[in-house]
């Protein structure tokens, strides 16, 4: 099917757009697989680049709260990462020197640090993989960290539950941009780290807690509804 310059992806976009019947439209489904020849494939190619991405991205925004933003780093920044994990799956490079890398890089990718995570992939891509032991040695605390209510739009509570913590710990509170709107400061109480957090004013999306102290590491999804 000759894909018109993406008018054949479009139009499927426009009658999801004037769906009006009696059952509620509450999902869709956008599913490819090997159909290139349909016209409706979006995965990158050589001859089309990032352009259905691009074209999903907006068509999806007309749908979704949380808008996406249109980056082509993100798209080099998860094609490195596959190429760095690819590697090192196929021991073409040494997992346990590059896989702390590959930890920070998928990391970084996680709160649109897209330069930061394209930075580490290429670590492991150049195979140059001496990471600082500080790195190496960071905890990671994901799963001992609590936030609560979530969704919410009033306040939300930062927990660490986590023993065998003795010092104070700073994290960060990051939009979806991976700019950081506030730097928190937890709390010990007993042996439980916590944090109040009023989020008043801040606009509706998704946002992560993520803490980053050089000793810990952690990252948790917050949706402020």
Same mark, same amino acid.
């Given at each position: 099917?000759?894909r018109?310059?993406?008018?054949?992806?479009?139009?499927?976009?426009?009658?999801?757009?004037?769906y009006?019947?009696p059952?509620p439209?509450?999902?869709?489904?956008?599913?490819?697989?090997?159909?290139?020849?349909?016209?409706t494939e979006m995965? #990158?190619?050589?001859?089309?680049?990032?352009?259905?991405?691009?074209s999903?991205?907006?068509?999806?925004?007309?749908?979704k709260p949380?808008?996406?933003k249109l980056n082509?780093?993100r798209y080099?920044?998860?094609?490195?990462?596959?190429?760095a994990?690819?590697?090192?799956?196929r021991?073409?490079?040494d997992?346990?020197?590059c896989? #702390?890398?590959?930890?920070?890089?998928i990391?970084?990718?996680?709160i649109?640090d897209?330069?930061?995570?394209?930075?580490?992939s290429?670590n492991i !891509?150049?195979?140059n993989?001496n990471? #600082?032991d500080n790195?190496r040695?960071?905890?990671?605390i994901t799963s001992s960290?609590?936030?609560?209510?979530?969704?919410?739009?009033?306040r939300?509570?930062?927990?660490?539950n986590n023993?065998?913590?003795?010092?104070?710990?700073?994290?960060?509170?990051?939009?979806?941009d991976?700019?950081t709107?506030?730097k928190?400061?937890l709390?010990?109480?007993?042996?439980?780290?916590e944090y109040?957090?009023?989020?008043k004013?801040?606009?509706?999306g998704v946002y992560y807690?993520s803490i !980053?102290?050089?000793?810990?590491?952690g990252?948790?999804k917050?949706? !402020?509804?």
């Open positions: 099917m000759d018109r310059n993406g008018i054949v992806y479009d139009s499927t976009w426009i009658l999801t757009k004037n009006n019947y059952l439209l509450k999902w869709v489904y956008i599913i490819t697989f090997n159909d290139f020849n349909e016209g995965e #990158p190619t050589i001859e089309y680049g990032y352009q259905y991405l691009d999903t991205i907006q068509k999806v925004n007309q749908f949380d808008t996406i082509v780093n080099t920044a998860a094609k490195q990462l596959y190429d994990g690819n590697l090192i799956e021991h073409q490079r997992s346990i020197l896989y #702390p890398c590959y930890e920070e890089a990391r970084a990718y996680i649109n897209f330069s930061g995570s394209m930075g580490w290429n !891509i150049e195979n993989c990471c #600082p790195i040695d960071v905890n990671d960290i609590e936030v609560f209510p979530n969704p919410t739009d009033k939300i509570t930062v927990k660490i023993n065998e913590i003795n010092e104070i710990f700073y994290s960060l509170l990051i939009d979806t991976g700019k709107i506030q928190l400061k709390n010990k109480y007993n042996q439980t780290y109040h957090l009023d989020i004013g801040l606009p509706v807690i !980053i102290d050089g000793k810990y590491k990252l948790k917050v949706i !402020i509804k």
